[in-house]
């Protein structure tokens, strides 16, 4: 199983962007589905999550101006950015709970780096 995300890059204060994250390989079911974020010299911290029903939950920085969503039939997340600032900047991580040949487990992308400039 592999989570490949996409969709980072240089932005200027009050811009948007998208990321976007597909899982691949022998998935069984996929569960939550979300994305973290890691700015540098700080802890990762949670962006956003969705369940397979659709339901969402959002860290305080971001709510109103992120949104996330799935596509279940493809298996893949996106997170919609808008009103971006410079506090945004971070290397986002998208995350999958999905069952696979190998079992329950939480799988990680490589991290897609956003920089918002002010």
């Known amino acids: 199983v592999q989570l490949q995300a996409s969709g980072g890059g240089l932005v200027q204060a009050g811009g948007s962007l998208r990321l976007s994250c597909a899982a691949s390989g022998s998935i069984f079911s996929i569960n939550d589905m979300g994305w973290y974020r890691q700015a540098p010299g700080k802890e990762r911290e949670l962006v956003a999550t969705i369940s397979s029903g659709g339901s969402t939950n959002y860290a305080d920085s971001v709510k109103g101006r992120f949104t996330i969503s799935r596509d279940n039939a493809k298996n893949t997340v996106a997170l919609q950015m808008n009103s971006l600032k410079p506090e945004d900047t971070a290397v986002y991580y998208c995350?999958?709970?999905?069952?696979?040949?190998?079992?329950?487990?939480?799988?990680w992308g490589q991290g897609t780096l956003v920089t918002v400039s002010s």
């Open positions: 995350t999958a709970d999905l069952t696979g040949i190998a079992g329950p487990y939480d799988y």
